[in-house]
């Protein structure tokens, strides 16, 4: 089912304010809008992978000896609109996008941005999640190659494609889950206020090709902002008998056992 309105924390559309449909030629100028006013909400998304050093962003080329790092995770999103690109640090201080994703010779070039110096930031290392906007010549049913550059950052992972997968047109403003690079791991994307970002609460396995995702139950008096934006959070799971055609179950914190397919192979 298709939507063209606010999300509230509930997890449904907000009734009272409908979007019109958008051209398809507009559609990555409305996500990287969304995820500008995500970044400047300052949110904290869950998610994984290490920052490492190395030579400056102009340097990276398809040819270049940029290795693979295994701290860097990526998976596809909302049909393969988005990627939610997978690092490890601290949980309040997620890179945010340096300037939109470039897509050159097959390969997805997104240079990360760390956050303000003075900016205080926790010392844990857990997986966050950077959401990066997919250039309409990306096909997601071909493996991607993913060059990640910026401040402190510098590696490189690859996607594996996902038949089946329709990235045109505009988004349906619903939650949807990927797997991720790392094995067991998988991010669940949502749309809402930036002001209130559903917390995973419990992740397990309820059957042999099912996961729930549990979320906390918001408190009464939460006040969400009316904006919409993309929310995303990496879990893991390590106990499916399948490791492909998996589906999240996403119950409480206002989704009332919502069914997504997970896209990808674990």
């Not at 500008?36 to 040819?63: I, K, M, N, R």
């Not at 990360?112 to 997986?127: G, M, S």
């Amino acid at each position: 089912m298709r939507h063209h309105g606010l999300m509230d924390v509930a997890g449904g559309l907000h009734p009272d304010l409908v979007e019109s449909r958008h051209p398809m030629a507009r559609r990555n100028r409305i996500l990287f809008a969304a995820l500008g006013s995500l970044a400047a909400a300052s949110l904290a998304l869950a998610g994984c992978a290490t920052p490492s050093g190395g030579p400056p962003s102009d340097s990276a080329s398809p040819q270049s000896s940029i290795a693979p790092d295994p701290d860097l995770g990526a998976a596809w999103l909302d049909e393969g609109r988005l990627v939610g690109l997978v690092t490890l640090g601290s949980s309040t201080c997620v890179p945010t996008l340096a300037d939109e994703a470039r897509y050159t010779d097959g390969v997805l070039h997104v240079e990360l941005a760390a956050p303000e110096a003075d900016r205080p930031c926790t010392t844990d290392l857990v997986p966050r999640v950077t959401l990066v906007g997919v250039p309409q010549d990306v096909d997601p049913a071909d493996d991607l190659q993913i060059e990640v550059t910026g401040d402190d950052y510098f590696g490189q992972v690859e996607l594996e494609g996902v038949a089946g997968l329709d990235p045109s047109g505009e988004t349906d403003y619903e939650p949807s889950a990927g797997w991720a690079t790392t094995e067991g791991q998988f991010v669940i994307l949502t749309w809402g206020s930036s002001t209130c970002v559903p917390v995973i609460a419990d992740v397990a396995a309820t059957g042999p090709a099912e996961v729930t995702v549990t979320y906390q139950t918001p408190p009464d008096n939460q006040a969400c902002t009316m904006d919409m934006v993309p929310r995303a959070a990496v879990t893991a799971v390590n106990d499916l008998e399948e490791d492909s055609d998996v589906t999240a179950i996403l119950t409480k914190g206002g989704f009332l056992g919502l069914q997504v397919p997970i896209y990808g192979t674990n």
